[in-house]
């Protein structure tokens, strides 16, 4: 017997086309693009967590001399959402990165660890998280759980 995953997602062409709450969430990212901490990759990733209250809870990438001891955008935002809201769901994040040293004109994916944290807020409060992935330009996709991102972790699965 063979099984099937499909994996369904939207692509946008511009921020307009967005639903607002994605398109205020993707901003916010992009906002927080602009705080990382980023002075050895130069690789600046800024991520916005939306709580089922409406709160906005953003991260970007933090670094480090010792390079393992960093830690990436999407973990700094959740970790944080989750620490100062322990008792909201975690309805959406949104992604985005820039650098000035090339383009970055495709949608910027959580890394597998980035994946993995943040399918357990998913599984935790039974609720899709939607990923809402940019590059600094370019198309937009949302995905609408983390389970699609990381596929056989989550809940949601049919
Ligand atoms: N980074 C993130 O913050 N999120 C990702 O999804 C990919 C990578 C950070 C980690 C590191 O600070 C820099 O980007 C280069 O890998």
Do not use: W
């Not at 939607?130 to 972790?153: E, K, N």
Request: aromatic share 8%; hydrophobic share 40%.
């Amino acid at each position: 017997m063979q099984k099937n995953i499909t994996i369904t997602y939207d692509a946008f062409d511009r921020l307009e086309d967005l639903l607002p709450e994605d398109r205020k969430l993707l901003e916010a990212a992009t906002q927080a693009a602009k705080d990382a901490y980023a002075p050895y990759s130069k690789f600046h990733v800024g991520a916005a967590v939306l709580t089922e209250n409406g709160d906005i809870v953003v991260g970007n990438n933090q670094e480090n001399l010792a390079y393992p001891s960093g830690l990436c955008a999407e973990r700094v935002a959740g970790f944080s959402a989750s620490a100062l809201h322990p008792n909201q769901k975690i309805m959406a994040i949104a992604i985005t990165a820039f650098t000035d040293e090339f383009l970055t004109d495709k949608p910027t994916p959580p890394c597998g660890a980035c994946r993995q944290s943040l399918i357990e807020y998913e599984i935790r409060d039974n609720q899709p998280i939607r990923c809402i992935l940019r590059g600094s330009t370019g198309q937009i996709y949302v995905f609408h759980s983390m389970a699609d991102l990381l596929p056989l972790q989550g809940n949601f699965l049919a």
